[in-house]
């Protein structure tokens, strides 16, 4: 009987609690951080993130983000494509027996893509390279070197 009467009283404190909870969990997604920037990551005009600490002119954005846009769309297209491939794959490997020669063939398939998708990706890198002054260029490769050298560095500490 006492833990019936100690449940029955727990149930009006956990109703006033869950309102409280969701609004702290709102206030949350509104600041900068996690939740916030997931909720930015498919913008058309997002920067790749080698551009975050170069100062960039308002012609510079804009052309850098006509290129992103471009690209997304390109690529939003290619994954539309892919779904149905994507969906035989998955069909293949978990039938109940294994079709090497249809494997063998979606994975060259695989292979094609991802070939393209990683030329579409360094197109793109070169022209946003193409759209900075030799002064931002030095300074992003000057970047990549330094990220370069502390990442070897962990892998001196890894292995």
């Known amino acids: 009987m006492k833990k019936f009467a100690l449940m029955l009283s727990l149930i009006p404190a956990l109703s006033l609690a869950a309102p409280v909870m969701s609004e702290d969990h709102g206030a949350h997604k509104e600041r900068e951080g996690k939740c ?3 909720a930015r990551h498919h913008r058309a005009d997002m920067m790749p993130r080698y551009l975050k600490s170069v ?4 012609e510079q954005n804009e052309q850098i983000s006509h290129l992103m846009q471009q690209h ?3 690529t939003r ?5 892919k779904r149905g491939e994507w969906q035989a794959f998955r069909q293949l490997s978990f039938a109940d027996t294994l079709d090497q ?3 063998d063939e979606m994975l060259e398939n695989s292979a094609a893509s991802f070939k393209a998708h990683a030329r ?3 197109e793109l890198n070169h022209a946003i390279f193409q759209v900075l002054t030799a002064e931002q260029q030095a300074e992003i490769m000057q970047k990549m070197a330094e990220y370069r050298d502390r ?4 892998k001196k500490y890894i292995n």
Do not use: H, I, P, Y
């Open 36 to 38: 916030a920037g997931k």
């Open 55 to 58: 100062d960039l002119t308002q």
């Open 72 to 74: 997304r769309e390109q």
């Open 77 to 81: 297209e290619q994954m539309r494509s």
């Open 101 to 103: 020669a249809r494997l």
């Open 120 to 122: 579409q990706r360094a």
């Open 151 to 154: 990442a070897g560095q962990r």
